[in-house]
């Protein structure tokens, strides 16, 4: 076996790091999951963690075959977490045929890591222009020229479709309406500490009908 053929199992095993930054307890969090979330969000900022508001979005077909990808998060209310894409993409296609997905967002630099689960509903038109109209214009013309998801022949292509917006529209470019964003309502948020020996810290919000929001801990 030549050297390139080496399996790389050593250099894996050897990427191996204790969790000792931070702890989770019960008294630390707040009553509700969005306001912890966003507590944990402007510490990953303060931290300097790049990208904290990239986040996987995680899709699955109507015969539940998952998809992920990353999209930035723009909002985060008590009424869940907003993004914007393309509605014709293969996440679209995938959320019009199974309304629900799962975020996941990796703040390494913090060891910490939170998952959101939930039903997915489109934002208001309204909110989509809102947010479509304070985008720079080159973001706006791409939006509008880009397919997204579907194959191109080449980048050519792409670019004489962009320059073609451009022409034709101008500083006016409004939103198209296979382009908006999509809320995320959850039902169950999880934050994860990392701790020592791989006994992390886990602190559940699951939403209970009639009840309200409950945080339990689960095992590592
Ligand atoms: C850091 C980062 C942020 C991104 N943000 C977005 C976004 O907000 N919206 C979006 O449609 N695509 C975003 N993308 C591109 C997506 O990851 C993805 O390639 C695209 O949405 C097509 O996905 P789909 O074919 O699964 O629908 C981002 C990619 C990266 C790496």
């Given amino acids: ?8 199992g050593d250099t894996f095993a050897a990427l191996r790091k204790e969790y000792v930054q931070h702890t989770l307890e019960e008294g630390d969090m707040l009553d509700n999951p969005f306001d912890q979330f966003n507590r944990w969000f402007d ?3 303060a931290a300097g963690v790049p990208h904290a508001n990239a986040m996987t979005l995680a899709s699955a077909d109507s015969r539940g075959r998952p998809s992920v ?12 977490f907003v993004f914007f894409t393309n509605y014709d993409s293969r996440k679209g296609e995938e959320l019009a045929q199974n309304p629900h ?3 996941h967002f990796s703040w390494m630099g913090m060891e910490r890591q939170v998952r959101i689960e939930g039903r997915v509903v489109k934002t208001s038109a309204a909110e ?36 073609f917006v451009a022409r034709e529209q101008g500083e006016q470019a409004t939103r198209p309406a296979y382009w ?38 689960l095992a590592p």
């Fill in 1 to 8: 076996m030549t050297d390139k053929n080496k399996p790389q």
């Fill in 43 to 45: 510490d990953a900022v």
């Fill in 69 to 80: 990808r990353l999209v930035l998060l723009k909002g985060c209310d008590h009424t869940g």
């Fill in 101 to 103: 997905a799962c975020l």
């Fill in 128 to 163: 989509s222009d809102a947010y479509f109209a304070s985008r720079p214009l080159g973001a706006r013309h791409g939006a509008i020229a880009s397919p997204q998801s579907q194959v191109i022949p080449d980048r050519q292509t792409l670019e004489q479709r962009v320059a």
């Fill in 180 to 217: 908006g964003g999509y809320r995320v309502i959850p039902e169950r948020m999880e934050f994860w500490q990392g701790r020592e020996s791989r006994l992390h810290d886990r602190l559940q919000y699951r939403l209970l009908p009639h009840q309200g929001w409950i945080m339990e801990r």
